[in-house]
């Protein structure tokens, strides 16, 4: 019995000690909440020391998006490669093939929720209060944005801006006048040309905010190269091996802060907003919205999962909880990249190859919980118009959802831009997003957290997908391949020389540094 007690004991303790963040991160979200009530409740703070107050919370903020430029590009470099071209193309296709197929997904359990519940059918958009402005953007000058985006003309500027094109006015030419003297009746006769279409030219400017898919493009395209030099490619590879690590000690730093940062980030926006009656009128929009989400997170994604995996998808999804929860909080894939990383890597094993490669370029592009938003939003305001939608503009709102949210960068809020571009293309008033805003900030931590979980998932799905090929890398170099970025520091070059090879590649380790081996010519 006594053994027993004991063993139990150690057993909570080591729960305990493995898990403490997680279960401060959860504390310090119900602390935060009660004290946004409590001092919004019994104090009345000022504009000013309500930004005060929430200090700490964007200390986190900031440190979290430090690291997102370090990770990003030594991560997809590194992952890259190390794979050779054919094994990273498989790789990426199957992932692209996992996203779209989500998405699309969760945009038509949307479109079925929303047109069952039918939330905007009780009520008017007079009845509801409008808040913020509408994005001023039309659909082709975005989608061609994004591909401008893809190829950034100065890679040191996509650190830090996004390119953004706007159309401008131009003034119509003057017409000159036509006068004609006829010397008998005297008669002036004038004859203006009036054109009356305008015509406008594209301007381009920058906006602050990381360009993150003109990096990512960057990255692979660099990390292909640096594979296929070999031996000269080889310090390259060991520098951005070394900042990968030496970024992920920064993320172990950080999160110890994530707590506090958590609790004030929490609060302070509980303090901040202004009607909370809104949410009385949006009720049954936020239901629609949150019971999609939740269906998608814990039916749809967990059977994809297991189909596929064979394995307990919601043991998988208590390994992300750290990850999850972050997002939430701080309703950014792309902020939350580095807590994400740390736990489908340490939690739930996942190949480095593979979390390298996949992570990144998910929380670009894999956005479901967004997608999903976008079509019961848009549906929403339709009903709001008694504006009835026939079949043909329900295919559309499901195409233009996936592929705006494909197009919406992993930042707060920039659900609200792809929304214009949705209700546009099916002749709704764009002015009409300002009805959401209101309830925007609420909804967008959810779907966030979504677009994460999808994101793991998807890692683990393709870790599975993609076993043979990396079992075949493991096989072809004669080391025992647990960690792919790794070979022994204390191999010396007589060593080296005789380890086989991968590709032309990367001979890989379980240790934490990489070693370089030229092809075999048989």
Not at 318 to 329: E, S
Not at 384 to 402: C, E, K, P, R
Not at 405 to 412: D, F, Q, R
Not at 435 to 455: E, P, S
Request: net charge neutral; glycine share 6%; hydrophobic share 50%.
């Amino acid at each position: 019995m006594m053994g027993n007690k004991e063993r139990r004991g150690v057993n909570f303790k080591g729960l305990l000690k493995k898990n403490w963040l997680l279960i401060a991160t959860i504390l310090a979200v119900l602390l935060g909440i009660s004290l946004g009530v409590v001092v919004r409740e019994y104090t009345s703070l000022s504009h000013l020391h309500k930004q005060y107050f929430g200090f700490p919370g964007e200390i986190l903020m900031r440190m979290l998006k430090l690291v997102i430029l370090p990770l990003i590009i030594s991560s997809m470099i590194t992952g890259v490669a190390a794979l050779d071209s054919e094994v990273s193309g498989k790789i990426g296709l199957r992932a692209v093939i996992y996203y779209f197929s989500t998405t699309i997904i969760a945009v038509i359990l949307g479109i079925i929720l929303v047109m069952t519940i039918k939330p905007g059918v009780s009520q008017t958009a007079e009845h509801i209060d409008r808040a913020g402005t509408t994005p001023n953007v039309t659909t082709v000058d975005t989608l061609l944005d994004l591909l401008r985006n893809m190829f950034p003309e100065n890679l040191v500027q996509a650190c830090f801006q996004q390119y953004k094109t706007k159309r401008k006015e131009l003034e119509p030419p003057k017409v000159s006048a036509n006068t004609t003297t006829i010397p008998p009746l005297a008669t002036t006769i004038m004859s203006v040309v009036e054109n009356i279409t305008k015509e406008y030219k594209i301007v381009g400017t920058y906006s602050d905010g990381i360009n993150v898919l003109g990096i990512i493009v960057f990255c692979v395209a660099f990390g292909l190269v640096i594979g296929k030099m070999g031996e000269r490619g080889r310090i390259l590879l060991e520098f951005f091996d070394a900042l990968n690590e030496a970024t992920m000690k920064l993320v172990q730093i950080i999160m110890c802060y994530m707590p506090i940062g958590i609790l004030f980030l929490i609060a302070a926006k509980i303090i901040e907003v202004e009607d909370w009656e809104i949410f009385k009128k949006m009720g049954l929009y936020m239901v629609t919205v949150l019971s999609g989400l939740a269906i998608h997170a814990t039916i749809c994604l967990p059977l994809i999962f297991f189909v596929i995996v064979r394995k307990n998808p919601y043991t998988f999804t208590l390994g992300m909880a750290q990850a999850l929860v972050t997002a939430l909080m701080i309703s950014s894939s792309s902020a939350t990249l580095p807590v994400t990383f740390r736990c489908a890597e340490e939690n739930n094993h996942i190949d480095k190859r593979i979390t390298r490669f996949v992570l990144p370029v998910g929380a670009t592009i894999n956005m479901d919980g967004t997608a999903l938003y976008e079509a019961v939003a848009a549906i929403f305001i339709a009903q709001l118009n008694d504006y009835a939608l026939d079949v043909g503009q329900i295919v559309t709102i499901s195409i233009t959802a996936t592929v705006a949210s494909i197009g919406a960068a992993g930042v707060p809020n920039a659900g609200l831009v792809t929304m214009v571009i949705v209700l546009t293309a099916v002749g709704l008033p764009a002015s009409d997003v300002t009805l959401i805003v209101a309830v925007d900030w609420l909804l967008d931590r959810f779907r966030t957290m979504i677009n994460v979980l999808g994101d793991a998932y998807g890692a683990g799905i393709v870790q599975k997908l993609s076993k043979r090929e990396l079992e075949r890398m493991d096989l072809t170099s004669d080391a025992d391949v647990a960690n792919p970025f790794a070979l022994e520091a204390t191999l010396d070059d007589e060593e080296c020389e005789n380890k086989s090879y991968v590709n032309g590649g990367f001979t890989v380790d379980k240790t934490d540094a990489i070693s370089f081996t030229e092809t075999s010519q048989f």
